[in-house]
């Protein structure tokens, strides 16, 4: 441990196990709900530092990130920096992605950018840290060495991340500049949990150092304090146990710092408290220990209290699908340990994403069901298109200027790949009113009495014609209609925007790829009485068609091959049908910007949801889960596709 002042970044990780790190406003929000102790809950919501950050929660007992709306959990974690590098003085460097906007580079990079920069150099190479990109500062461009795609990079000033003094690990921490005041050491913390693992290194012997808060603010003085067991010989059975279970973690922490620590000073020396001091020189110390180890240092003592008779009120990862059980299970952990309650620490329950292996010769195909593999090409995406006579483009080509010019001066020429009209289209689902009634279209917002309000490229239909659509009997300026269908993929089908109602037979923008799926012989849990239909989806990176946000750009699939799961039950080979018939349509993926990442022009899910955990369900995407074929079909359902759509694909 070394004393020290630093900035503190807040970061999460990503699912490409780069460390995000959070804006200096929403790290100083965390580090306020930290730094305030049980007191305040001990979780802290994002939306409050960062409305975009709505759905975001983090617990901070556990130290992970859960999405609310999704289920997503990803670890965080609370870094150190000097306050002399980049965090400490609110320097933020980004780069320009595809859509435009501005990206800010992981700490570590921005920390060596903004380096270079004060030293004046031309530029700087990133290879050392791991990315092959080149910062040019006259230019302030970034260039990839191996491509020599040129980016734009910015360096804007921001809010100063946080500032703390005190005990730092040593791992977290950097030689103190020369003349450098010393920051006053924090006191120990007396809170329940350390207290526990204070014991235990007490038991195992002498040779450790002092034991460092965890928690800006220390537990009330008023709690009551377990009663510690004691390290003679009338200990209980259980200390025994614990004892000679510490031997290898020890002779391993005593590794580690011979390996890279010097030898820590005396306990006289470095305020430990009594029973806590130094032995012999060679005995090796447990403060070298990882948080993972102390945290089975607590697990074990807290065995021995309850062996020993002292009552304890056990807190675990709750079982359920709901991502939010985990943070309740913590918050209860803090608020147990500021009313001096033991807490029996259990082990979460770990991800299981992929079934055990399975040999060529176990899997089956799947009885009703012909072939095992669909497969969508180029060429049956562009299937009934024509090319347009002003642009490479194949129809329907995009609305705007710099696609094609002679589509945007005169968007109704451009007919869908029925080689209908968007008017004669759309004649199949409406019926003229000749007197409409005296209510808002719900697309142009004016009175349907009066002329259509939609002021983009104007279709050769009067803005004053109302139509009413035969289904569910919602009434729209014609003009606003046939709008909407020239910027939609003109595939001859229609949606109605106010209550989704499908007209025709709805496709979607899914780039080429491949679907296979077959039967495993392994149950998922809940469904132990059946197989496993497991589905497995693979599409490559490729160029944007005119049905994409951004035609002729290039886009990303990440996360390719994904697998997901069924249980082979009666609606579950229902449920996968449904499915195939949605590959087939184009629905189940689209192109856009990740909700995850942020990542644009990247392959995403399409309003289907699917399970992707084989036996887990700590993300909310996996089994048990007795609700989730019923929700499937519904979502399926919304698309356009139920049974019936199974009996007009045998036509």
């Not at 031997?247 to 010097?262: D, E, V, W």
């Amino acid at each position: 441990m070394l004393l020290a002042s630093a900035v503190v970044v807040w970061e999460w990780l990503n699912e490409h196990g780069r460390w995000r790190p959070y804006s200096p406003a929403v790290s100083h929000h965390i580090e306020a709900v930290a730094r305030a102790g049980p007191r305040a809950g001990g979780s802290v919501v994002l939306g409050q530092a960062d409305s975009r950050l709505a759905p975001y929660i983090i617990d901070l007992q556990s130290m992970h990130q859960f999405r609310q709306d999704t289920g997503t959990i990803r670890p965080v974690r609370r870094s150190y920096y000097d306050p002399s590098s980049a965090p400490g003085k609110g320097v933020v460097w980004e780069w320009e992605n595809d859509s435009g906007t501005w990206t800010p580079y992981d700490m570590d990079v921005g920390i060596t950018i903004q380096r270079a920069y004060e030293k004046q150099h031309p530029w700087v190479d990133l290879s050392a840290i791991g990315f092959c990109y080149v910062i040019d500062f006259a230019t302030m461009g970034q260039i990839n060495r191996q491509t020599q795609r040129k980016r734009r990079v910015r360096r804007r000033l921001d809010m100063v991340y946080p500032l703390v003094s005190g005990t730092l690990p040593k791992s977290q921490s950097w030689p103190a500049s020369p003349g450098a005041a010393a920051a006053p050491p924090v006191p120990a913390c007396t809170c329940p949990q350390c207290l526990l693992v204070m014991s235990v290194k007490a038991a195992a012997g002498p040779g450790t150092s002092t034991l460092q808060p965890h928690k800006a603010a220390p537990a009330p003085p008023a709690a009551p304090k377990p009663p510690l067991p004691a390290a003679g010989p009338k200990a209980p059975d259980g200390v025994a146990a614990v004892r000679g279970s510490l031997k290898p973690l020890a002779a391993q922490g005593g590794r580690r710092q011979a390996a890279s620590t010097p030898a820590l000073s005396s306990a006289g020396a470095s305020g430990s408290p009594p029973g806590v001091g130094s032995g012999k020189g060679s005995r090796p110390s447990l403060g070298t220990l990882n948080r993972s180890h102390l945290q089975r240092l607590a697990i074990a003592q807290s065995r021995v209290l309850i062996a020993s008779g002292v009552p304890t009120v056990p807190v675990k990862n709750l079982t359920g699908s709901s991502p939010v059980n985990p943070a309740l299970a913590g918050i209860t952990g803090i608020l147990m340990s500021a009313a001096g309650l033991p807490v029996c620490l259990t082990r979460p329950p770990k991800l299981v994403l992929h079934p055990p292996p399975v040999s060529k010769s176990e899997i089956q195909s799947i009885p009703g069901i012909s072939h095992s593999c669909r497969k969508t090409t180029k060429k049956q995406a562009k299937k009934g298109k024509r090319h347009c006579p002003s642009c490479p483009f194949w129809f329907p080509c995009v609305p705007r200027p710099f696609c094609c010019p002679w589509q945007w001066v005169s968007p109704i020429l451009s007919r869908s790949p029925t080689g209908k009209t968007p008017e004669e289209v759309l004649k199949k689902y409406l019926q003229k009113v000749r007197h409409p009634p005296d209510e808002d279209c719900t697309i142009c917002m004016e009175r349907l009495s009066a002329p259509s309000g939609y002021k983009g490229p104007q279709p050769a239909v009067k803005p004053d014609l109302v139509g009413k659509l035969v289904k569910c009997s919602h009434v729209f300026h014609l003009h606003c209609l046939v709008a909407m269908y020239n910027n939609g993929n003109k595939d001859g089908s229609l949606q109605c925007p106010t209550c989704k109602t499908i007209y025709g037979v709805k496709t979607g923008t899914q780039p080429p790829g491949k679907m296979e799926y077959h039967i495993i012989p392994h149950a998922l849990p809940g469904h132990a009485d059946c197989k496993t239909i497991r589905i497995i989806y693979n599409i490559p990176p490729g160029v944007q068609g005119p049905e994409h946000p951004n035609p002729g750009k290039s886009f990303t699939a990440r996360g390719f091959p994904r697998h997901c799961y069924l249980p082979d039950s009666e609606k579950g080979r229902k449920v996968l049908k449904l499915l195939l018939v949605a590959w087939d349509r184009r629905l189940i993926f689209a192109i856009g910007t990740s909700s995850t990442t942020g990542e644009s022009d990247t392959v995403i899910w399409n309003e289907i949801h699917h399970k992707t955990e084989f036996g887990s369900n700590l993300t909310g995407h996996g089994y048990p889960d007795i609700n989730y074929l019923d929700n499937v079909l519904a979502e399926l359902a919304a698309q356009g596709i139920t049974e019936e759509s199974l009996a007009q694909e045998k036509d």
